[in-house]
T-cell receptor, first 114, second 113 residues
Framework: GESVGLHLPTLSVQEGDNSIINCAYS??????FIWYKQESGKGPQFIID?????DKRQGQRVTVLLNKTVKHLSLQIAATQPGDSAVYFC?????????????FGDGTTLTVKP | NAGVTQTPKFQVLKTGQSMTLQCAQD?????MYWYRQDPGMGLRLIYY???????DKGEVPNGYNVSRLNKREFSLRLESAAPSQTSVYFC????????????FGPGTRLLVL
């Protein structure tokens, strides 16, 4: 069946280092991808998205890379800060899907060490 | 502008009891969603409403019902709660269309004994 999954359930980095969180998807029809951040006790929060006609998109301190050939996307966080500690989810969506239903991966827990 | 609000924040039920989780958004969004999140897992879609007056099943609809009361409100009802429904429930909304950002509420933690 279709799935969206993250390569590693946990990631620990030193403050100031760059973080890379990976995600793989199985459905080649997926054409829209979203990264969410979920802090403890809160709902997921949108970080950045990318459409399948792009390979890279940059935001403030975050970059998402999409490799459609191997069905892989990554979230890069520059100069990771303690406030970046959270669970990060990737989600995929398809243009044919009504109402913006997204399929979520299981999440990677990012811990930033001071 | 409160975004997406959910009530209650926390609830304990006994097996077989019923309850309704409330969700409201003030962003004039067309689409609303209910997800459940189990420990260490991502979100799974229970039901969604593409627009006022419509509802559709998601990935895990069994044991739940929903009502899109108006454009602002989307409620989730558990008719006969089971321990397997112990989870954190999130409501979300989006402006509409297949590729729109979803905005999430703070969640309702439900424990079924």
């Amino acid at each position: 069946g279709e799935s969206v999954g993250l390569h590693l359930p946990t990631l620990s980095v030193q403050e100031g280092d760059n973080s890379i969180i990976n995600c793989a998807y199985s459905n080649s029809a997926s054409d829209y991808f979203i990264w969410y951040k979920q802090e403890s006790g809160k709902g997921p929060q949108f970080i950045i998205d990318i459409r399948s006609n792009m390979d890279k998109r940059q935001g403030q301190r975050v970059t998402v890379l999409l490799n459609k050939t191997v069905k892989h996307l990554s979230l890069q966080i520059a100069a990771t800060q303690p406030g970046d500690s959270a669970v990060y989810f990737c989600a995929e969506n398809r243009r044919s899907t009504n109402a913006g239903k997204s399929t979520f991966g299981d999440g990677t827990t990012l811990t930033v060490k001071p | 502008n409160a975004g997406v609000t959910q009530t209650p924040k926390f609830q304990v039920l006994k097996t077989g009891q019923s309850m309704t989780l409330q969700c409201a958004q003030d962003m004039n969004h067309n689409s609303m969603y209910w997800y459940r999140q189990d420990p260490g897992m991502g979100l799974r879609l229970i039901y969604y409403s593409a627009s006022e007056g419509t509802t559709d099943k998601g990935e895990v609809p069994n044991g739940y019902n929903v009502s899109r009361l108006n454009k602002r409100e989307f409620s989730l009802r558990l008719e006969s709660a089971a321990p397997s429904q112990t989870s954190v429930y999130f409501c979300a909304s989006s402006a509409g269309g297949p590729q729109e950002t979803q905005y999430f509420g703070p969640g309702t933690r439900l424990l079924v004994l």
